[in-house]
């Protein structure tokens, strides 16, 4: 047996596990004499997102955010995002929002599980510290992993905002574009996942910006020139973005570049 089948056998054994874990709460409810339909509650939040993505299953995608009253007039405390976009993908099973996530349990924390695999790796761990990390962390997380929408879905794009820049730093074209946009997207989506993902490039310009200065001595000035240009391109991709596609997006690129003093 090849290394490779090892490693993927073994990633498949670990992700069926999550999986069981994720949904057995679920089954053992289900198989009770007392079941009557409504599924077990995990979390505080999860009638919120049961009734945001019923609405948009229903066919009103556009009124997800405001799910109770259903008034075209209010906004929502909360973008709903990520559950108009389940009720637009899954609209065609029939299904209701409890049977939608509760196949959702078993399917995203696999995907977060695989992703974080991957993300370690690119930050230079080996392919056992980065299975290590992965799995500690579903661990530790298992609660938030039962979170249909806040953090488990929205951890999960936000992570795939830290692949597209670890990508993109290898040379990846498409690793910035997908970097860019998903920057720039989370900023309609979750307030935590955003702040998130934008400290961590902070982070990281900030520690390359001292590197740069450190290697490079007094001729710095093309090195900070490129980037600036880079990071002024990156932002006005981003805002741009949320400006266009944001649901409550009403800041120009424009406007942030000039109020910013860049």
């Not at 695999?117 to 761990?125: D, I, R, S, T």
């Not at 002024?232 to 942030?256: K, M, Q, W």
Request: some cysteine; proline content about 3%.
């Amino acid at each position: 047996m090849s290394n490779l089948l090892k490693w993927r056998l073994t990633l498949a054994g670990c992700s069926a596990i999550l999986a069981i874990l994720m949904v057995m709460p679920q089954i053992l409810h289900q198989s009770s004499d007392q079941y009557r339909g409504v599924p077990i509650t995990l979390n505080s939040d999860e009638a919120i997102y049961l009734a945001r993505v019923q609405e948009s299953l229903s066919g009103r995608p556009e009124l997800a955010a405001e799910a109770f009253t259903g008034h075209p007039g209010l906004t929502g405390t909360q973008d709903a995002f990520i559950e108009a976009w389940y009720g637009r993908l899954f609209r065609w099973t029939g299904w209701s929002a409890g049977q939608l996530l509760n196949v959702m349990d078993g399917v995203v924390p696999v995907f977060i599980f695989l992703s974080l695999v991957l993300f370690f790796q690119l930050c230079g761990f080996s392919k056992k510290l980065a299975l290590g990390g992965a799995a500690a962390f579903c661990l530790i997380e298992l609660y938030n992993l039962g979170r249909p929408i806040h953090m488990r879905a929205s951890f999960f794009i936000m992570l795939w905002s830290l692949i597209g820049i670890a990508y993109a730093l290898r040379g990846r074209w498409w690793g910035a574009i997908l970097g860019a946009w998903l920057l720039g997207l989370l900023i309609g989506i979750y307030f935590w996942s955003f702040s998130f993902a934008w400290a961590f490039w902070g982070i990281f310009l900030h520690g390359n910006f001292w590197n740069g200065v450190t290697e490079s001595g007094w001729n710095t000035k093309s090195w900070l020139t490129q980037k600036y240009d880079a990071c002024y391109i990156l932002l006005g991709e981003c805002f741009g973005i949320f400006d266009h596609a944001g649901p409550r997006g009403n800041l120009s690129v424009g406007t942030f570049l000039e109020l910013s003093g860049l």
